[in-house]
């Protein structure tokens, strides 16, 4: 994965160091482009009064939107503070406030939020 996909260039990587592996690429991202996809926290979007909330998703489960596969879970937990949550890489164009659905199951809708989780 590659630094900016993660959101922590400005916290991991130095531009004026000196060699280093996938310097080239780092570099030519940060002057010219941009990545297509971006690591973003997910939670379901709230259940109606009275139904129990979801459980975590599988690490590997796509995201869908539209009919289109828009991502892909790599971690998820069911934290004591915040309940179902977890972690994907999600194409840019999606944002905080943004829901997708489980491919699998487009009945789950979760919501794209900031990292970290700091508000339920």
Do not use: M
């Amino acid at each position: 994965n590659l630094p900016q996909e993660t959101g922590l260039v400005s916290r991991a990587v130095s531009f004026d160091k000196g060699c280093y592996t996938g310097q080239e690429v780092v570099a030519r991202i940060h002057y010219r482009g941009h990545v297509n996809r971006h690591l973003r926290g997910i939670r379901p979007v709230e259940p109606p009064a009275g139904e129990s909330s979801e459980q975590p998703l599988e690490p590997g489960a796509e995201l869908a939107r539209q009919g289109r596969i828009v991502g892909v879970v790599t971690s998820a937990c069911s934290s004591p503070r915040f309940g179902p949550i977890g972690l994907a890489y999600l194409r840019r164009e999606l944002g905080p406030g943004d829901v997708a659905g489980v491919a699998s199951d487009p009945s789950t809708a979760w919501i794209v939020v900031d990292l970290p989780f700091t508000s339920p």
